[in-house]
């Protein structure tokens, strides 16, 4: 008996783990998003964040790891966390950036992503040809930033404010 459940443990458990690791956000570094997006074009999501940020935190856990905004996420942005704090050197676009300064200096791709309105969380959006659409601050639950996520993927920021645009947005989460 011990011997059967141990067999099907260890038959299900690859089984599980792809359950589980395709309900993750597959985060990638900025340079892996620009390369992928070279060789594929997608929108790339941006989690700009530090690590003293509780707000940050919270939204990293009960957000980004919900399933379905995972899910989504991976199927249709190239995802990357961004430490606003990092003292990572970045190119980008022929330029570098990197974090001039100490304490809670922010990294200058951090700057520039949130085109200077520095607020943890923030999520920036590029789209397929690294050009900035906008950074959106705050926390946000999964609930909330379905429409956000969807109004960006579904390239409605091109014809409609996000406003007019969630007045018809049919919310599909589910917990």
Known sequence: MIK???LIALF???TFLGMAQ???VQWLNFEEALKLNEE???KI???VYTDWCGWCKKMKKQTFNHPKIAQYINREFYPVRFDAESKKEVRFKGKSYTRKGSGRQPH???VALLQGRMSYPSVAYLDGQNRLITAVPGFYSPEDYEPILKYFANE???NQ?????KKDFDPTLTD
């Open 12 to 14: 299900m458990t690859p």
């Open 45 to 47: 999501l941006i989690d």
């Open 40 to 42: 594929q074009p997608r």
């Open 22 to 24: 395709e309900k993750k």
């Open 156 to 158: 409605a920021y091109k």
């Open 108 to 110: 200058e791709l951090a």
């Open 161 to 165: 404010s996000f406003k007019a645009w």
């Open 4 to 6: 059967t459940t141990l």
